[in-house]
């Protein structure tokens, strides 16, 4: 799996998420700078992972959905390459218009930073391969603007096309306000675009792949990512 | 210049004003000390000058009161690479790596504007590391608030708060740790005590030590404002009735450039193109570049006309004065400029060349074409007054015997109330607002004995704590100074880490005031002491004074308690090894490791539960401490144990709690026979450790040939603390009081 990780200014999870990758692909992630124009040949996936570009100014999102390097990224999803866009990077595909909908202040208005339960509500997609559908797992969340709001229309439409891949649950997989920490309508942790090919979530799958630091419920993630470029080839 | 006009009158300028007494008084230089300044130059300074001497001369950057102590505490050890001095001390940790790390205080900034203060603060601290050539990897925060009744209290700890996570999180380094403590002396000055820890090459630390004549000085990062203007100026008096007014002096940050400033500094640091590097904290350009030029013995000439800057016409003392945040000095090697201006240039990032280093051991600043300072350099800094201030010891109290307090509630009842207390309830509401799993290292989050962060990719890690308590070392500076640093090593130890070293952030009122004076003195004492006796070197601090508020219709100022937080770094070889305090498993048995006399003189106890703030703190036997940790430390090594806690404030029974509620595991305990129940339980005797083992005997045996005193309370089990004839006390209901108090309170519920 040939990975590309974009690094806009202001971007700072971005070792965490090359660490994951490594670790699970077995392959470094290529760096490629928000002011280059394109991704490295032969690309797989593109990951767009979490940080404050341009320090969250304007809008989360905003000024690096308009970087030069986010038309290469939108010709690359339009040709149906895979985009795994995390926390910041949710917020930049929404400013991009690659996923709908947008991410408002967390409901009680702070910053929170701890380990969320999220359901796979499905398996069989690329992203979500590693889990069973039904599956509870244990990954933290570090925003302050995580809160995903759209028009009913969207949501029904999102919901009704089944591109909710993960909700805030609670530790037995029920959906309830008290565990929907951030306050996302119909709990949205984490959504498709319509073809399948761009995921956006908000939480951090890349901080829970070593035993040794507590909890290995990411891995899945990545593991079906590597799966699903295994079985293509 | 006119014929027959002294020299001097080449530096009046004709758009500043004149220097009169009011205007010295202004940048608070005592008539002895603009003597002395006076006599220095030989003239009357310039107001640009003036504005140098002062921001260079002012307590914070100066350590005027403080200086001939500080040279008293111990600051060497084989580990040590550099101590005291720096932007920050280093630390070797072998394998070639070198940990770099301080703690500094935004006291005044904080409390005139929480957000930006506490902001700035971590932003400062994180520039103090990364300017070495590390990069940060942890931060923790030491933060004393007023008493939560008081009205303004709940601003300031969401303003603070809100400020330390902007800034960390959007920086992108994880808060693991700190404290966060309320007491009623602090209603007029909060303290925001800030550490940054960082990585390094060990051959590849960066000073601010400048060399060669004819090189570069090149000004890096933001542009230069007109905020901060006399920020450590004010961080040198103590407030008035107008403490609302100095707004304009606390600056603003922007994470997001000293994200890019790290970034390029590193970048820059790799390609071998910098001799020296000096952040602009207090007093911005002019502590810089002084420093820069004193410490190599070279003079400094500064052109301002090159400055990039945020609005035009700023005047030179504007400038030499503005405390405008993430900006570096740096003195390049000539032929690498144009390497370094491009990376700064692929950053988003200012880079100009505003000067030189000269073999004049001079400090020009020309402005407009004018000369507008021509200073000694090395006296600019050397030659600030040292005070040995009058001091007068502190009262001592006397202990208090546990048998003599009537104990007003049951066992239960009194747990309860104090796992629920603002000092010892949960900080999650706090810390849960910080990024603390940010860069994928944090083996143990907030919450425990100490955070410990995995160092790069293992097995090695750093444990990292803060520690004092300002009520023992108000009642007795020295044996409270000495405590400070022994729970910090303490609480290092529990995690199974090994202590390195430590950066003290000195926190006390007017030193000008004997009885203050008395305070610091014999809390640097007791931290001497203690350091020494424990091999735990001091490799940097920062010390605020003044923390003080004069309320209308009062002569004298009512100062903090004296608060010296420690700030300790200790080193385990493989971070799969570190310890936690959660109770493991059912059936294991609980032993505490020291002796218990049941020391209540200034505890918890008898402040919240019998309302009085009285008596001796506890005494620390530093040869206990040092015998009873390294105990503890071998037997986390050795498999030994399943769970540590350090006792600490509340003592012994909030520290099971505490144990029981992480795990949600309970406790059956035996009731002592031997003491009075509350001060067993609830004394805050030293050198403790709680643990639980799975072979009570071996841990026994050992105990017998190590001499250290180890009694078996009970063991773990069930899901409710039990104590002999005490009400039991549901894990899960103690758990609700621990959790509940600081949302609540945060929430708007009364204190």
Redesign the interface.
């Known amino acids: 799996m040939k990975s590309a990780l974009l690094v806009f ?2 971007i ?2 971005e ?2 998420m090359a ?2 990758l490594k670790l699970m692909s077995g392959r470094e992630p290529t760096m490629v700078w928000h002011a280059d124009r394109e991704l490295p040949a032969g690309t797989d996936l593109v990951v767009i992972p979490g ?2 570009s ?4 304007l809008r989360c999102g905003a000024i690096a959905a308009r970087a030069p390097i986010m038309a290469a990224v939108r010709a690359f999803a339009q040709k149906g390459g895979l985009v795994l866009a995390i926390c910041n990077g949710f917020q930049i595909v929404c400013e991009a218009g690659l996923l709908p909908g947008v991410l408002m202040r967390n409901s009680q208005l ?5 380990d969320v339960y999220l359901r796979v509500e499905r398996s069989d997609t690329p992203f979500t391969r590693g889990y069973n559908a039904g599956q509870v797992i244990r990954v ?1 969340v ?1 925003h ?1 603007e995580g809160n995903y709001i759209a028009d009913g229309e969207t949501i029904a439409r999102l919901e009704g096309e089944g591109r909710v891949l993960f909700r805030y649950a609670s530790p037995d997989g029920m959906i309830d306000p008290n565990w929907n920490h951030n306050g996302a309508m119909n709990a949205i942790a984490g959504i498709l675009n319509e073809r399948g090919n761009v995921l956006g979530m908000m939480p ?1 799958p ?2 829970h792949v ?1 035993a ?3 909890c290995t419920d990411g891995r899945g993630l990545f593991a079906g990512l590597v799966d699903h470029f295994k079985l293509a080839a | 210049m006119g014929e027959g006009r002294e020299p001097s009158a080449f530096y009046v300028i004709p758009s500043e004003p004149a220097i009169t007494p009011e205007l010295i008084a202004q940048h608070g230089l005592k008539p002895d000390e603009y003597a002395r300044l006076v006599k220095l130059i030989g003239r009357t300074p310039s107001f640009t000058e003036l504005g140098i001497f002062s921001a260079m001369w002012n307590e914070h950057c100066s350590y005027k009161s403080s200086k001939i102590h500080l040279r008293t505490l111990p600051t060497k050890a084989p580990w040590v690479i550099q101590g005291p001095g720096e932007n920050a001390g280093v630390i070797d940790i072998g394998d070639g790596l070198a940990v770099v790390f301080k703690m500094e205080s935004h006291n005044h900034p904080s409390y005139i504007e929480p957000y930006q203060g506490a902001a700035t603060g971590v932003g400062g601290i994180l520039r103090d590391v990364f300017t070495m050539g590390a990069r940060p990897i942890a931060c923790l925060n030491a933060l004393s608030f007023g008493d939560p009744k008081n009205p303004k209290t709940r601003a300031l700890v969401a303003g603070v708060v809100a400020g330390i996570g902007g800034y960390g999180n959007s920086f992108g380094v994880p808060t693991v740790g700190g404290e966060v403590r309320f007491d009623r002396r602090y209603n007029g000055n909060i303290l925001v005590n800030a550490m940054a820890v960082g990585i390094a090459e060990k051959d590849k630390i960066f000073y601010a030590k400048a060399t060669g004549v004819g090189m570069p000085i090149v000004y890096l990062g933001s542009k230069t404002g007109r905020d901060g203007i006399h920020g450590a100026t004010m961080a040198s008096a103590e407030f008035g009735a107008d403490a609302e007014e100095k707004r304009p002096t606390v600056q603003v940050g922007d994470p997001f450039s000293e994200k890019l400033l790290l970034e390029a500094c590193l970048e820059i640091m790799a390609k071998s193109c910098v001799i020296a590097i000096q952040d602009m904290g207090a007093a911005g350009l002019t502590c810089s570049a002084v420093e820069m030029g004193a410490k190599g013995d070279l003079g400094v000439t500064l052109d301002l006309d090159k400055v990039p800057c945020r609005e035009t016409g700023m005047s030179a003392y504007e400038m030499m004065l503005s405390e405008s945040q993430e900006r570096m000095l740096m003195v390049l090697k000539p032929d690498k400029e144009k390497e370094a201006e491009a990376i700064f240039r692929k950053w988003g990032l200012d880079f100009a060349i505003v000067g030189e280093t000269t073999p004049t051991k001079r400090f020009i600043v020309r402005h407009g074409g004018a000369v507008m300072a021509d200073l000694p350099i090395k006296e600019l800094g050397d030659e600030a007054p040292v005070y040995d201030r009058h001091f007068v010891e502190s009262r001592r109290r006397p202990a208090i015997d546990a048998a003599s307090v009537k104990p007003p509630t049951p066992i239960a009842d009194t747990l309860e109330k104090l796992i629920g207390s603002p000092d010892l309830c949960s900080k999650r509401w706090v810390w849960e607002q910080y990024d603390h799993v940010i860069l994928g290292n944090t083996v143990q989050r907030p919450g425990g004995d100490a955070a410990v962060v995995r160092v790069n990719d293992g097995p090695k890690a750093l444990a990292l704590t803060s520690d004092v308590t300002p009520r023992y070392c108000e009642a007795d500076p020295f044996e409270g100074g000495k405590q400070a640093v022994a729970e910090a090593w303490r609480n290092l130890t529990a995690v199974g880490a090994r202590p390195l070293a430590l950066t003290d952030n000195l926190n006390f009122g007017n030193p000008e005031r004997p009885e203050i004076m008395g305070q610091l003195v014999g809390c640097i004492r007791g931290i001497g002491e203690a350091s020494r006796a424990l091999d735990f070197p001091i490799v940097s601090g920062n010390v605020s004074l003044y923390n003080e508020t004069k309320f209308p219709g009062e002569n004298l100022g009512r100062a903090i308690l004296p608060t010296p937080t420690i700030g300790g770094v200790g080193l385990l070889d493989d971070f799969t090894k570190s310890m936690t305090l959660a109770f493991k498993a059912e059936g294991e048995a609980i032993l505490l490791v020291g002796d218990t006399r049941g020391w209540l003189g200034q505890s918890l106890y008898l402040r919240n539960i019998c309302g009085r703030e009285e008596g001796a703190p506890p005494p620390v036997d530093l040869a206990a401490e040092r015998r009873h940790g390294d105990f503890v430390r071998n037997l986390i090594r050795d498999g030994l144990v399943t769970a540590v806690h350090d006792i600490a404030d509340g003592g012994l029974l909030v520290a099971l709690a505490e144990m029981a509620i992480v795990s949600s595991i309970g406790a059956v305990l035996e009731a002592p026979s031997d003491h009075p129940a509350h001060g067993f339980w609830f004394g805050e005797d030293q050198a403790r450790y709680l643990i639980t083992a799975k072979d009570a005997d071996i841990v026994a045996q050992r105990a017998r040939k190590a001499g250290v005193p180890l009694r078996r309370l009970g063991a773990t089990g069930g899901r409710v603390l039990a104590l002999g004839d005490e009400r039991p006390m549901p894990v899960d209901d103690l758990k609700r009081r621990f959790e509940a108090w600081l949302p609540a309170y945060m929430a708007g519920s009364p204190a």
């Open positions: 200014p202001g700072n999870r070792r965490d660490r994951a940080g404050f341009y320090g969250d100014y702070r910053f929170i930073c701890r933290p570090a302050g951090h890349e901080n070593e040794s630091m507590g």
